[in-house]
C-alpha cells in the first residue's frame, strides 16, 4: 500500500519538511492536504480522526499512523535507506542537525514565523536570533564542507536538507541573506531553487 501523508501547505515547516523529502527522493505517497480552517476546535476535530495530536503531519503506512516530522523520516528511513547520508560519518552529523534543528534554534522560530509567501523587514536583529543565524551558519559550512557536495549530507539530498528548507525560507522572508558567509548562501540559493519546494509554495 502507498504511503498517504496528511499535511498542511503552505504554511506548515514541520509538515514541509517530510512532503519534500519524499518529493525529492520519488518515493510514492499519497497527498492528503488538510483545509485551513479559523475554527480551531473545527480542525482540532478533524485532525483528531487520524493524529492522536491533532496535529500534522501524519504518515500513514497502512493501518499505521506515524506523527511527528522526524519520527516520520526515521520510519520511511527503515524502507529507504536514503533517507540518510550512505557514509556512517556523515549520516551521525546529518541525524545530530536534523535533532538540533528540531528542538533549538528558539529565537529564529519565535521572531521570524514561517510565512513563505511574504516579505517582513524585521525592526532589528537581536543578538540572541543572529547568535541563531550564525550557528545555522557554522552547520552548513561544516556539511558542506566536510562531505563535499551540494547538499549537507554530501551530494544527494537527504534528511538534513528537507529539516532545513523551511529555515531558507524564514531567510527569505525576513532578508536575512546578507548574514549567510558566501558558501551558506550558495547553498541557500540551491535549497530555494528547487522545483520541488516551488510546487509546495503554489499549493
Not at 17 to 27: D, E, G, Y
Not at 54 to 66: F, M, N, R, S, T
Not at 183 to 197: H, K, V
Amino acid at each position: 500500500m502507498m504511503y498517504k501523508l496528511y499535511f498542511y501547505a503552505p504554511l506548515s515547516s514541520w509538515s514541509l519538511r517530510p512532503w519534500i523529502l519524499l518529493k525529492m527522493l520519488n518515493i510514492p505517497f499519497a497527498e492528503q492536504q488538510i483545509p485551513y480552517t479559523q475554527d480551531k476546535t473545527e480542525l482540532s476535530r478533524l485532525l483528531a480522526t487520524f493524529s492522536p495530536t491533532a496535529k500534522v503531519p501524519v504518515l500513514q503506512d497502512g493501518e499505521h499512523y506515524i506523527w511527528d516530522s522526524l519520527a516520520i523520516v526515521e520510519y520511511l528511513a527503515e524502507s529507504y535507506p536514503q533517507v540518510w547520508p550512505a557514509d556512517p560519518v556523515a549520516r551521525a552529523w546529518a541525524r545530530s542537525a536534523c535533532a538540533e534543528m528540531h528542538s533549538g534554534f528558539e529565537q529564529l522560530r519565535s521572531l521570524c514565523s514561517y510565512q513563505p509567501l511574504k516579505r517582513i523587514e524585521l525592526a532589528e536583529i537581536p543578538p540572541a536570533l543572529e547568535a541563531d543565524i550564525q550557528r545555522i551558519n557554522r552547520l552548513w559550512q561544516e556539511g558542506l564542507t566536510r562531505f563535499g557536495g551540494d547538499y549537507l549530507g554530501g551530494r544527494q539530498f537527504t534528511a538534513v536538507d528537507a529539516f532545513f528548507v523551511p529555515v531558507a525560507g524564514r531567510i527569505e522572508t525576513y532578508g536575512l541573506q546578507p548574514y549567510l558567509a558566501p558558501q551558506s548562501y550558495a547553498y541557500f540559493q540551491r535549497i530555494s531553487a528547487l522545483s520541488a519546494l516551488q510546487e509546495w509554495l503554489n499549493k
